[in-house]
Nanobody, 111 residues
Framework: QVQLVESGGGLVQAGGSLRLSCVAS????????RAWFRQGPGKQRELVAS???????FYVDSVKGRFTISRDNAKNTVYLQMTSLIPEDTAVYYC?????WGQGTQVTVSS
């Protein structure tokens, strides 16, 4: 059974930075792409960034130039470096790998 555990969320002022981590435990295929989604208050869950097993990345327009996704396959870990945070980034951030989801970590950006 695969478990994804996110960490690194918190409260930060606008303009600040956070780094989210998602560690996968159990048997997880390294061919899986990995992704970060988020769900803000009253909003639908949206894809924020993704990275393939070979390192190709995708970012939603609203975070381009501010967020960076990376992965360490040896550690079964994916990261989301978030900089220049704005209040609109406030959401629960979820890690996803294939059919597996984490429990989410709250990011709150104050103005």
């Amino acid at each position: 059974q695969v478990q994804l555990v996110e960490s690194g969320g918190g409260l930060v002022q606008a303009g600040g930075s956070l780094r989210l981590s998602c560690v996968a435990s159990g048997s997880i295929s390294r061919i899986y792409g990995r992704a970060w989604f988020r769900q803000g208050p009253g909003k639908q869950r949206e894809l924020v960034a993704s990275i393939t097993s070979t390192g190709s990345t995708f970012y939603v327009d609203s975070v381009k130039g501010r967020f960076t996704i990376s992965r360490d396959n040896a550690k079964n870990t994916v990261y989301l470096q978030m900089t220049s945070l704005i209040p609109e980034d406030t959401a629960v951030y979820y890690c996803q790998a294939g059919p597996n989801w984490g429990q989410g970590t709250q990011v709150t950006v104050s103005s």
